[in-house]
């Protein structure tokens, strides 16, 4: 059956702005606010023609390419008693005002999950699955669909969208804000098999370009960046095995041999720029923070410990504190200068109860801090006037199940005393993450679950609230700015497009007889207008599944039409005028 469709541009939001960062992994993020440094020129990525890993515990000796001057702490973090307890925190009198900046789209059946991010020149965004909104300094938000140009969009099709089977979510983002930035994005499955093996993309000339990112026995993405000296950008590597698997999982080879190359790999690597990353010893790094004067925090989990490491790149010395007993849920580091460091997380076991984990670096040691949190620390920021706020969940007389925004005052020792920030949000729709900005602002968004932010919101004054993308918007714009792609075999979305002034009515009346010669009506080519780089294009859409038919049908509708359209290429084209959406049941 051949369909009709007519024309409406994608939405985009309004806005003008500058923007801001926070890296993020799929678990929780945590926003670190350290000091900008200038862009630094590309470099060929540290690990050269073959990947780092992120090794195994038992399998991690890593080369002696640096030999630091090594100190190990004489005390685990210690707990300070005096803090506080973990029960409800007070409200805090003078506690800042939000209004709400944007909101998602109820988009039926599709999934967002959002991140906050930063950029080392000191630019603020939220990414909402694969779209990059700026966060201005005036309370803007600001999207432009041509920004998703060359996103790929390899395994998403606006049906398996719409209907919730496959989504973008962010893992994280750094670099410049203009050129030179890493984004890395999770691709997410309602189908059997679970989720895609992450893609990283670089920023370059107003297009994202995909890194190639496989190996003989694994693929490898940058879970986490973060800004480091001379203007250089660090990355953390993570691997997932691959290889021909059933079932079962893979198979008892495939396991050895990966671990093998595994464990010939260096996780933290130089991204951008010219110098060389420290090595930071054996074990497998869970999370690390960086800053432009050269320090790097990192977490590193051994067979049976683990500990917290200080690189301190002026003196060429590495600092280890040993943390027996301790296993943090999705552990996190922020760093904000080099005598203030926060690892934040959820403590696990049954001898902490679980809870929020937080553990401050002062400059010469760390120390563990109670938290009123009965739930993970799921970010936290720190603003220029020095407050230190974080999310976590809070027992409440008036809030049931839902997370809350503290504000840390006086971090410093003996007694931080920790105050609620209420938020005007609905019931259940609690601060998941939290970004400081330019003059004290604070970014917050709030929704069900880490994962899952509904709403952006920020404290000033009252700015215009917008629509923030959903994954069908997304896809859309994804779709029209996807370069044009070559026909082959395995197209399943098959474009026809024809020339402008094309009489519709005859070119449908010929396009339904030549389709019905080869009996592929059942196909439900349609022809349509849709949007093709920023113009609204008539063509036909052969939506099909691959298959030795593709070039013979394609050839028919040509036929059909007299030889009067323009190439064939292998690109999905969204509809110019999409129907609403129906409920979802």
Known sequence: MLVTRRCVALLVLAASASCDRTP?????????????????????????PTARANPPPAASPQPAAVAPSVAAAAIAPRVDAAAVTKSKAPRAADAPRFTRA???RDDSGSTLQTRFARTVDGKRFVIAGAAVLSLGDDGSVGFDPESLRGIDDVGFDLEGVSVGMVWWYAIAMGGASAEGTFLTLGMGSGSRGGDDV???????????????????????????????????????ERYQIRGPGSEDGPSAAQQRAFAAAVAKQKPLVVVRGAPKAPLLGSGTIETFASLPSGEIFAYVRHDESNELVVWNDATGT????????????????????????????EQSGEAREGGGLLVRWDGHGWTQLATPCNSQI????????GHAYLTCGVDSDVRVGSSALLRLSDGEQPAPTFEEVPLPTESGEGPV???????????????????NANALWRTGAAATEVEIPSTKQTLRAVLEWAPPRPLDATCEHPWVPL??????????AAVVAALAELDASSFGAELLEARVQGRVELGVHLPMGGGKGVRQRVAAIGKALAGKVGEATCNERPPAQEPPDEPVP
Not at 24 to 48: K, Q, Y
Not at 330 to 337: E, I, S
Not at 433 to 451: F, M, N, Q, R, S
């Open 318 to 345: 590495l600092q280890r504190t040993p943390v027996p007993g301790m296993d943090p849920v999705a552990p996190r580091l922020l760093a904000v200068a080099p005598d203030q460091a926060w690892l934040l997380g």
């Open 433 to 451: 993450d939290v970004l400081a900005g330019a003059d004290d602002t604070l970014w917050v968004l709030t929704g069900g679950d880490p994962l």
């Open 499 to 508: 020339p402008p002034g094309t009489d519709r009515v005859a070119a449908e």
């Open 378 to 385: 799921t970010a936290m920021a720190v603003a220029g006037d």
């Open 198 to 236: 992450p893609r990283v993309y670089k920023r370059t000339g107003g297009v994202w370009s995909r890194l190639a990112t496989r190996k003989p026995s694994f693929d490898w993405y940058y879970a986490e960046y973060g800004p480091w000296k001379d203007g250089s950008l660090l990355g953390l």
């Open 102 to 104: 944007a909101r998602m």
């Open 24 to 48: 993020t992994p799929a678990a929780a993020p945590a926003n670190a606010t350290a000091g900008d440094a200038a862009p630094a020129a590309d470099a060929a990525p540290e690990h050269g």
